[in-house]
């Protein structure tokens, strides 16, 4: 849950995206790319509380995997987009990495982490759309 508690530090940038923003297609293949499972994005855009504009969430099926997405996100992104990570947690235990963008939130779990947090559950009120191959 700390990944969630630090997300509350930091203000979102002025730029507003939209499903098809450039940064959130490269996550998006970054993640397929490394096959990543049950990818959803959550556009948060409407709901005053939240703290970026996108929640991206995909799942692994073991903590090499976790860290094989998440570190290709940060490549791919800094690469086609030319942008590098705000923060980024969790590459120590590897059950839950955190990559944000500000206004996008990278969230790469494993299974059985991601069944326990609920993240979708949390953001229900969000419009989800699902990014499966």
């Known amino acids: 849950m700390e ?3 630090s997300l509350s530090n930091r203000k979102k ?3 507003r995206l939209t499903e098809n ?3 959130i297609k490269a996550i998006i293949a970054a993640i397929q790319e490394k096959k990543g499972e049950n990818i959803i994005s959550l ?3 409407k709901i005053n509380e939240a703290v970026a504009d996108f929640f991206i969430v995909c799942e692994a099926s073991n903590q090499p995997q976790v860290k094989a997405i998440a570190d290709h ?7 086609k987009c030319k942008e590098s990570h705000y923060h980024h947690e969790g590459f ?4 839950w990495v955190l ?3 500000v206004n996008v939130v990278v969230h790469v779990m494993l299974s059985e982490t991601r069944k326990f947090y609920q993240l979708e559950e949390m953001w229900s009120d ?5 990014h499966n191959e």
């Not at 120590?92 to 059950?95: A, T």
């Not at 969000?126 to 699902?130: H, S």
């Open 43 to 45: 556009d948060l855009r």
């Open 99 to 101: 990559v944000d963008y």
């Open 3 to 5: 990944q969630l508690a």
């Open 126 to 130: 969000a419009a989800a759309t699902y």
């Open 21 to 23: 923003s450039k940064i």
């Open 92 to 95: 120590q235990q590897l059950q």
């Open 13 to 15: 940038s002025a730029a």
């Open 73 to 79: 996100v940060e490549f791919l992104v800094k690469e």
